[in-house]
């Protein structure tokens, strides 16, 4: 015979709604309220760097901005004049040839720079021994002074005494004026610009690779990719969002050369290296015209910003 076990203990109380239920009205509340009071604190925190961008960055482009619109002079003394100084400058052949000799700076930069990036990193991305010797040794250029390579490379490409052109000499070539040649001044300073600053860029995308899942790669070698198949359909795809960062900022630095081109060449030839920045710096540092110079700057801002839209456009649509 069978029995039937009845439970004597009491029934489990259930949690009245609004009293300590976690999905309950006050247990929203409860949540909400911690929910305000972290951002509260963590608006604190933030308060003082907020500070720092409002002031220094944002407040000086609203004051360029402005500056832009007046005739402002040395003396202290300006006058509002509205748009004239972007209708000067639409008639400016010097400003029309400055941006034509960035553009072009930038094209000879930026494939250099993410090229040599990119292979650096790749390179000790797959080296086991010694990888943070040699890291460290490519990532030495870019805290050198701008100044001591201009220097340095001015030298290297002398025609008299350059180190290029004497070794140009032993296979009976050159000599040839690196500097002085309209069409080589600007992939001449290009690589000079690249040599000191991809060891930036080699680091970020040296992250971007060691980020990369393992299986991922495995698995396209189980498949039989060989290496320049793993490059093309598994790397760089995954890598694209580091890829569209690294080519923001240096295309964001290539507008903005104007250090090498000052040291390297003063402009010339014939102004065939007269960046954007370089009319800018003679502009307001060297005629002393604020208000004309304010609106290069300006609309150095604006170029940058629509390159950059245009790249995300093109480049970064899958970078989210």
Same mark, same amino acid.
């Given at each position: 015979?069978?029995?039937?076990?009845?439970?004597?203990? *009491? *029934?489990?109380?259930?949690?009245?709604?609004?009293?300590?239920?976690?999905g309950?009205?006050?247990?929203?509340?409860l949540?909400?309220?911690?929910?305000?009071?972290?951002?509260?604190?963590g608006?604190?925190?933030?308060?003082?760097?907020?500070?720092?961008?409002i002031?220094?960055?944002?407040?000086?482009?609203l004051?360029?901005?402005?500056?832009?619109?007046?005739?402002?002079?040395?003396?202290?003394?300006w006058?509002?004049?509205?748009?004239?100084n972007?209708t000067?400058?639409?008639?400016?052949?010097?400003?029309?040839?400055?941006?034509?000799?960035?553009?072009?700076?930038?094209?000879?930069?930026?494939?250099?720079?993410?090229?040599?990036s990119?292979?650096?990193?790749?390179?000790?991305?797959?080296?086991?021994?010694?990888?943070?010797?040699?890291?460290?040794?490519?990532?030495?250029?870019?805290?050198?002074?701008?100044?001591?390579?201009?220097?340095?490379?001015?030298?290297?490409?002398e025609?008299?005494?350059?180190?290029? $052109?004497?070794?140009?000499?032993?296979?009976?070539?050159?000599?040839?004026?690196?500097?002085?040649?309209?069409?080589?001044?600007?992939?001449?300073?290009?690589?000079?610009?690249?040599?000191?600053?991809f060891?930036?860029?080699?680091?970020?995308?040296?992250?971007?690779?060691?980020?990369?899942?393992?299986?991922?790669?495995?698995?396209?070698?189980?498949?039989?990719? $060989?290496?320049?198949?793993?490059?093309?359909?598994?790397?760089?795809?995954?890598?694209?969002?580091?890829?569209?960062?690294?080519?923001?900022?240096?295309?964001?630095?290539?507008?903005?050369?104007?250090?090498?081109?000052?040291?390297?060449?003063?402009?010339?030839?014939?102004?065939?290296?007269?960046?954007?920045v370089?009319?800018?710096?003679?502009?307001?540092?060297?005629?002393?015209?604020?208000?004309?110079a304010?609106?290069?700057?300006?609309?150095?801002?604006?170029?940058?910003?629509?390159?950059?839209?245009?790249?995300?456009?093109?480049?970064?649509?899958?970078?989210?």
């Amino acid at each position: 015979m069978t029995r039937t076990t009845l439970s004597t203990a *009491p *029934p489990a109380k259930t949690a009245a709604p609004g009293r300590g239920s976690r999905g309950g009205r006050g247990g929203g509340s409860l949540s909400k309220a911690v929910r305000r009071r972290e951002a509260r604190v963590g608006l604190v925190f933030v308060a003082p760097m907020l500070l720092l961008f409002i002031v220094f960055r944002f407040g000086p482009t609203l004051g360029a901005a402005f500056l832009s619109l007046t005739d402002y002079r040395l003396s202290g003394e300006w006058q509002f004049i509205g748009a004239e100084n972007y209708t000067r400058l639409l008639h400016d052949d010097l400003f029309w040839s400055s941006l034509g000799v960035t553009a072009l700076y930038t094209a000879f930069f930026v494939p250099l720079t993410v090229l040599l990036s990119l292979g650096t990193a790749l390179l000790l991305h797959r080296t086991v021994w010694a990888r943070g010797f040699f890291r460290g040794v490519f990532f030495l250029p870019y805290v050198t002074s701008i100044v001591l390579a201009a220097v340095i490379w001015k030298w290297i490409y002398e025609v008299e005494d350059g180190l290029l $052109n004497a070794t140009l000499g032993v296979f009976s070539l050159g000599p040839v004026d690196f500097l002085g040649s309209e069409h080589l001044v600007l992939p001449s300073i290009a690589v000079t610009s690249a040599w000191k600053g991809f060891g930036y860029s080699m680091l970020i995308l040296l992250a971007g690779l060691q980020s990369i899942p393992r299986h991922v790669v495995e698995a396209a070698t189980i498949d039989g990719a $060989n290496g320049w198949q793993r490059l093309w359909w598994v790397t760089l795809p995954l890598l694209r969002p580091v890829l569209f960062f690294v080519l923001v900022i240096e295309a964001i630095g290539a507008f903005q050369v104007f250090d090498a081109m000052y040291v390297m060449t003063a402009g010339g030839p014939v102004r065939a290296s007269y960046s954007l920045v370089y009319l800018l710096y003679d502009t307001g540092f060297k005629f002393f015209d604020f208000g004309y110079a304010g609106a290069i700057g300006l609309v150095l801002f604006l170029v940058v910003l629509t390159f950059s839209l245009i790249q995300r456009r093109l480049i970064g649509r899958d970078a989210d």
